[in-house]
């Protein structure tokens, strides 16, 4: 019902910045917020960014100041700028919509998820 497409990752050394962006499509009544998450080999999947239909934000302690979350909601995109980035922020990185949608029942709350891309930081 509702597609999430992520784009933007790849290799970049360490300093380096990257730009990744999402667009969520399908019948969509309302975009209630976006995310971006990411999981490294072995451990759990973490909040990176994640930002309401009203503009709020919030972020991982160990990606503020660094990372910068935006929308255009005309578009249904998020983006994620990465910049100083470090080896550690190596990891898939996947895009969350958190939508309402219309089904034959009513209006229902939706979460879709990415395929992901993945980000490499090496020098």
């Known amino acids: 019902q509702v597609q999430v497409v992520e784009s933007g990752g790849g290799l970049v050394q360490p300093g380096g910045s990257l730009r990744l962006s999402c667009v969520a499509s399908?019948?969509?009544?309302?975009?209630?917020?976006m995310g971006w998450y990411r999981q490294a080999p072995g451990k759990e999947r973490e909040l990176v960014a994640r930002?309401?239909?009203?503009?709020?934000?919030n972020y991982a302690h160990s990606v503020k100041g660094r990372f910068t979350i935006s929308r255009d909601n005309a578009k249904n995109m998020v983006y994620l700028q990465m910049n100083s980035l470090k080896p550690e922020d190596t990891a898939g990185y996947y895009c969350?919509?958190?939508?309402?949608?219309?089904?034959?029942?009513?209006?229902?709350?939706?979460?879709?998820w990415g395929q992901g891309t993945q980000v490499t930081v090496s020098s």
């Open positions: 969350k919509a958190e939508t309402t949608i219309a089904t034959t029942g009513g209006l229902t709350d939706f979460v879709s």
């Open positions: 399908g019948i969509i009544i309302k975009i209630n917020a």
């Open positions: 930002i309401t239909s009203g503009g709020s934000t």
